[in-house]
């Protein structure tokens, strides 16, 4: 094998390992929320990806996927139409069409949390170490947490528990939008 063949693959293989979700470990729960990995970066393929937000040991509560190419960037200037699902859980088909991240169909109390979005939300983004701006596209309530799911402007998406959001009033969102 050549060594530009080698160089090759292993770039290769180096991307595609930097390309999927970060789990966030909470601390202070003591507990690790293990994100699905989303590897695609092309619409037709999305129909593969898992979008459960749970697994066998829990609910997904803290994930970073910034560079998840399925949510395409938004722009700021019309943030308040970005695609939700209101009032109810979102279904597996609107979760491959980019109305919501995960579902949770099968998951036993799982609730809508009734609040109209989507939201405009200051965030902590563990992957670019810094306060972000987020448009918030879906929030789920259980007895023990409520869950918020966004996208970044940048592109991809994430999510975290609702004590770590700080949602826009109608006044901060005139200056952070004109």
Same mark, same amino acid.
């Given at each position: 094998?050549? @060594?530009?063949?080698?160089?090759? @693959?292993?770039?290769? @293989?180096?991307?595609?390992?930097?390309?999927?979700?970060?789990?966030?470990?909470? +601390?202070?729960?003591?507990?690790?929320? #293990?994100?699905?990995?989303?590897?695609?970066?092309? +619409?037709?393929? $999305?129909?593969?990806?898992?979008?459960?937000?749970?697994?066998?040991?829990?609910?997904?509560?803290?994930?970073?996927?910034?560079?998840?190419? *399925?949510? *395409?960037? $938004?722009?700021?200037?019309?943030? *308040?139409?970005?695609?939700? =699902?209101?009032?109810?859980?979102?279904?597996?088909?609107?979760?491959?069409?980019?109305?919501?991240?995960?579902?949770?169909?099968?998951?036993?109390? #799982?609730?809508?949390?009734?609040?109209?979005?989507? +939201?405009?939300?200051?965030?902590?983004?563990?992957?670019?170490?810094?306060?972000?701006?987020? =448009?918030?596209?879906? @929030?789920?309530?259980? *007895?023990?947490?409520? $869950?918020?799911?966004?996208?970044?402007?940048?592109?991809?998406?994430?999510?975290?528990?609702?004590?770590?959001?700080?949602?826009?009033?109608?006044?901060? $969102?005139? +200056?952070?939008?004109?």
């Amino acid at each position: 094998m050549t @060594i530009n063949m080698r160089c090759f @693959i292993l770039s290769t @293989i180096s991307f595609l390992l930097f390309q999927s979700c970060n789990p966030i470990t909470n +601390k202070e729960e003591n507990q690790t929320s #293990v994100a699905p990995d989303y590897e695609s970066n092309k +619409k037709e393929t $999305i129909s593969s990806i898992d979008t459960k937000g749970y697994n066998e040991t829990g609910l997904y509560k803290k994930f970073d996927c910034p560079d998840d190419l *399925a949510f *395409a960037p $938004i722009d700021l200037m019309h943030w *308040a139409t970005t695609p939700v =699902v209101n009032n109810r859980l979102a279904t597996y088909e609107e979760t491959k069409s980019g109305l919501a991240i995960h579902h949770y169909q099968g998951y036993p109390g #799982v609730r809508p949390f009734y609040l109209k979005l989507p +939201k405009l939300a200051y965030t902590y983004s563990p992957s670019k170490r810094k306060t972000e701006l987020v =448009v918030v596209i879906q @929030i789920v309530q259980t *007895a023990e947490d409520t $869950i918020v799911g966004y996208r970044y402007l940048s592109g991809g998406c994430g999510g975290s528990l609702y004590r770590d959001f700080h949602f826009l009033t109608d006044d901060e $969102i005139q +200056k952070v939008v004109h």
